[in-house]
């Protein structure tokens, strides 16, 4: 069965700590994606990754960064974080079809951040 | 850029009845695919349907069907005989030549027993 795990479902974060989400995926999927989602807007992207150590900015890269060591693991990282970081976060995966997106993303189950 | 607008922030109807959900986009490519995903209070993103622009056929999953027209970038989801299970909020993405899906602001469903 395919599966995309998140590490933690909720998490509760002061201002100003550095914030580690991590996503691994079981399907040997070449794209991972971080998304945030808030009320009425949807989806966003954050960052993606077409392959180990590579990288790509999304729409709202601001305040985050991510880490792509082996092909499985995606990490997301909240440098120093605010209150208005304070979101869903979810992490996807997919097959690459040579930079087209031809197949579906496979999503965790979301990670509920609060940053106080 | 490309962009995707769903219209309908709420919707309701009742169970057994029949639903569409509106979703338009904007785009110069000609070869992309558009999907819809659903997403219960559980909070897991499933795909309910996925189209291929360059089939002109529309594509159906049991209950869910889809009215797929091009010229216009108009991409609606037709859910029939609604059930309970069907309440969850609905995400039309689009996914073209970047690699990544773009994703509208929802539309959440409400089925009435």
């Known amino acids: 069965d395919v599966k995309v795990t998140q590490s933690s479902r909720y998490l509760v974060k002061r201002t100003g700590e550095k914030v580690f989400l991590e996503c691994v995926q079981d399907m040997d999927h070449e794209n991972m994606f971080w998304y945030r989602q808030d009320p009425g807007l949807g989806l966003r992207l954050i960052y993606f990754s077409y392959d180990v150590k590579m990288k790509e900015k999304g729409d709202i890269p601001e305040g985050y960064s991510v880490s792509r060591e082996k092909k499985e693991r995606f990490s997301l990282i909240l440098e120093s974080a605010s209150t208005n970081q304070t979101s869903m976060y979810l992490c996807a995966s997919s097959f690459s079809t040579g930079g087209f997106l031809g197949t579906e993303a496979f999503f965790g189950q979301g990670t509920r951040l609060t940053v106080v | 850029a490309q962009t995707v607008t769903q219209s309908q922030p709420e919707m309701s109807v009742q169970e057994a009845e029949t639903v569409t959900l509106s979703c338009t986009y904007d785009?110069?490519?000609?070869?992309?695919?558009l999907f819809w995903y659903k997403q219960p209070p559980s909070r897991q993103m499933i795909l309910v349907i996925r189209?291929?622009?360059?089939?002109?056929q529309n594509a159906t999953e049991n209950r869910f069907s889809v009215n797929f027209q091009k010229a216009a970038k108009s991409f609606s989801l037709k859910i029939s005989d609604s059930q309970l299970g069907d309440t969850a909020m609905y995400f039309c993405a689009f996914g073209g030549s970047q690699g990544n899906l773009i994703f509208g602001k929802g539309t959440k469903l409400s089925v009435k027993p």
């Open positions: 189209q291929e622009a360059y089939k002109q």
């Open positions: 785009t110069s490519e000609n070869n992309y695919y």
